[in-house]
């Protein structure tokens, strides 16, 4: 049961545009949403997260939008660079309760000149 | 600072062999938490630790376990290895692992263990 999904396996953009990353949900119970990124090799590095009782927060080139209703969030990076090619990640968690990071299976985002 | 050191980087294992991974969190982290990455499928979380506790865990056989010792270091084991189990195992550190006094829920992650059964 697959309860975080990045439905885009991967995306191209063209540098200086916008890049949209989507994630969908199925359970209500989470409260926590995040956003890691990941370079071959390394391991995934925080990038950005937002509470469930907000529905936008932003941190310079980067912005989280969030969607209760739709169970739905987005992460927008404008204006795209080449540095920002990498598999990204989406991760939700449930404050009460077993407290585990569920991600989503990633979506590979080429940024190109 | 330095950040979550997990050790091999790389191993080769045959069938019904078994493994132990390590990985030492970043200097006062308290929470491990291990997670398994494959082509497809994600990070998949393997298991919590907390003070030595197995705090949470995963849908994984039992074939997979762990512990955390009272430095905070942690091992992972993975006994009767299948092809299936080849993968990147990752470590991720936490100040208490929960969400609890503003922890924001972020992990450091360490770079992994690629683990290729043959």
């Known amino acids: 049961d697959q309860q975080v999904k990045q439905n885009s396996p991967s995306l191209s953009v063209q540098e200086g545009r916008i890049s949209i990353l989507n994630c969908d949900y199925t359970?209500?119970?989470?409260?926590?949403f995040l956003w890691y990124k990941k370079y071959p090799a390394e391991g995934p590095t925080f990038l950005i997260s937002?509470?469930?009782?907000?529905d936008k927060n932003e941190d310079g080139r980067f912005t989280v939008f969030l969607n209760k209703s739709a169970k739905h969030l987005s992460l927008h990076i404008v204006p795209s660079q080449p540095g920002d090619s990498a598999v990204y990640f989406c991760a939700a968690i449930r404050i009460q309760g077993a407290q585990k990071l569920v991600f989503g299976q990633g979506t590979r985002l080429t940024i190109n000149p | 600072k330095a950040g979550v050191t997990q050790t091999p980087r790389y191993l080769i294992k045959t069938r019904g062999q078994q493994v132990t991974l390590s990985c030492s969190p970043i200097s006062g982290h308290r929470s491990v938490s291990w997670y398994q990455q494959t082509p497809g499928q994600g990070l998949q979380f393997l298991f919590e630790?907390?003070?030595?506790?197995?705090?949470n865990k995963g849908n994984f056989p039992g074939r997979f376990s762990g512990r955390q010792f009272s430095n905070s270091r942690s091992e992972m084991n993975v006994s009767t290895l299948e092809l299936g189990d080849s993968a990147l195992y990752l470590c991720?550190?936490?100040?208490?692992?929960?969400?609890?006094?503003?922890?924001?829920?972020?992990?450091?992650f360490g770079e992994g263990s690629r683990l290729t059964v043959l």
């Open positions: 630790y907390f003070s030595e506790t197995q705090r």
């Open positions: 991720a550190s936490s100040l208490a692992g929960g969400l609890a006094g503003g922890n924001t829920g972020e992990l450091f």
């Open positions: 937002i509470s469930s009782i907000k």
């Open positions: 359970n209500s119970m989470f409260d926590y």
